[in-house]
């Protein structure tokens, strides 16, 4: 009886303690309160990515000074190199802001209307939400026959198909059926991480018809990819920025499609719309916090 007595009293006990611990957890691991007195962590895409070159020029972060243009992107701002790199960013900095390709938005962040217009396909579409740019596949010219035959693909029935799924806009409503060509060799591909996930998803596609195609892929920014497209070491570069006039002298460009540009929050932050001057006023430094946007 005393041997059970003693097991019950130090099983109380451990049960006073256990349970004090729970209840002191609380407290002290309760999510503090979104303070819109944090100073914004503004992050930015890296020099070489086209939806920088997109988003700071539509946005009026990039502006003319004389002959040239200057970037008046915020010293301190964070700039990575990758899609993948920002969201990242954003999902862990409960007071960061970033800019990502629309088709790139997942749960794991929040994208917010800009001037009360929802960044979705329709209001792209429409013209209504105006911060987007078109996904661009350039070559140097002289294209092979399975470099026109890729082309042909992207821009057939299946492969606008695939652009819709991918929450992009197609850029043509002319396509036609695309049937295997049966060809055979290898595709070399290089440029935007934006428009890597939808190339990604094209080639996967064009395998299933064509096993015999293979495709080497580089994922490292717009110039880049232009440059090896115009230096002929990749057939296709991939831009997700317009082409400045001596690229464009010098390259055959084809619109794979239309993207807009979500502008994204940590999914902490209250805030769902913002204006595009307030926007522009935070990546150039203007607005430093939260509670300075109205």
């Not at 792209?124 to 987007?132: A, E, P």
């Amino acid at each position: 009886m005393k041997k059970n007595k003693a097991l019950s009293i130090i099983a109380l006990s451990l049960a006073l303690i256990f349970a004090g611990c729970v209840q002191s957890k609380p407290s002290g691991e309760q999510k503090a309160e979104f303070n819109l007195g944090k100073d914004i962590t503004v992050i930015a895409r890296d020099a070489a990515s086209g939806t920088r070159g997109a988003f700071h020029e539509i946005m009026g972060i990039l502006v003319k000074e004389k002959d040239a243009e200057a970037d008046k992107l915020v010293v301190g701002a964070l700039e990575f190199d990758g899609t993948d790199k920002v969201i990242t960013a954003v999902e862990g900095d409960k007071y960061g802001i970033g800019y990502i390709s629309m088709g790139s938005v997942s749960d794991r962040i929040k994208a917010v209307s800009v001037n009360g217009i929802e960044p979705d396909v329709e209001n792209v579409r429409s013209g209504n939400y105006s911060v987007s740019r078109p996904f661009i596949l350039v070559t140097k010219g002289s294209e092979s026959e399975l470099i026109k035959d890729f082309l042909k693909f992207a821009e057939s029935t299946q492969g606008q198909d695939i652009t819709d799924e991918m929450k992009f806009i197609g850029a043509s409503d002319l396509s036609e059926d695309y049937a295997s060509s049966g060809m055979s060799g290898t595709i070399k591909v290089a440029g935007s991480t934006s428009v890597t996930p939808l190339m990604e998803k094209l080639q996967e596609a064009y395998r299933d018809l064509n096993p015999d195609v293979t495709f080497e892929m580089q994922s490292n920014g717009s110039s880049q990819g232009i440059k090896a497209a115009l230096e002929g070491s990749y057939d296709i570069g991939m831009s997700s920025r317009e082409l400045k006039e001596e690229e464009a002298s010098q390259l055959n460009s084809y619109i794979l499609a239309i993207d807009g540009i979500a502008v994204i929050v940590n999914k902490e932050n209250p805030k769902s719309d913002l204006a595009s001057e307030d926007i522009t006023k935070i990546y150039t430094g203007e607005i430093t916090k939260w509670s300075e946007i109205k």
